[in-house]
């Protein structure tokens, strides 16, 4: 038996990869229920889980909140600080690389329908998928994950 916290990490990467894949799923013109408003709100939360993933501790969770701003910065730091195996993953500096994460905010669910088109929404989640899948990977390479994981 995994402990705890091991359960939390995976439980945090599993929504990872849902959001991700559900947000896609929400912008495939070839699916009835297409809603781009709601892919941009899940999309957001992907690379979220998945930071929150690489953490040996849920207890910085709260302060870490859901977007990149400046207050999650410097909960990140700390909790960096003191954990040892999270320096090693891609964390930091996401305002900088990743500019439409950074302006994205969980309030966008509470927007009119409408109010997100492809233009806001694409690339969005080519961020989201990017992070998302190099932490992944990441957790992966470093047997992080176990071998009966489910990825889809």
């Known amino acids: 038996m995994l402990p705890r916290a091991m359960d ?36 957001g939360f992907g690379p979220e889980c998945a930071r929150k993933a690489t953490l040996s501790s849920r207890i910085y969770d709260k302060a870490i909140g859901h977007g990149v701003g400046r207050a999650s910065d410097v909960a990140l730091d700390v909790a960096l600080a003191l954990d040892a195996h999270a320096h090693r993953y891609d964390l930091v500096d996401w305002r900088g690389r990743y500019p439409t994460l950074a302006a994205w905010t969980e309030q966008a669910r509470y927007e009119g329908t409408g109010t997100y088109g492809a233009v806001a929404v694409e690339p969005l989640l080519e961020e989201a998928h990017q992070i998302v899948g190099r932490i992944a990977f990441a957790l992966w390479a470093d047997g992080r994950v176990r071998e009966e994981f489910e990825w889809r």
Request: charged share 15%.
């Open 8 to 43: 939390a990490h995976l439980g945090l990467l599993s929504a990872a990869l849902r959001h991700v894949r559900d947000a896609e799923h929400l912008t495939d013109p070839s699916h009835p229920g297409v809603s781009l408003d709601q892919a941009y709100h899940l999309a």
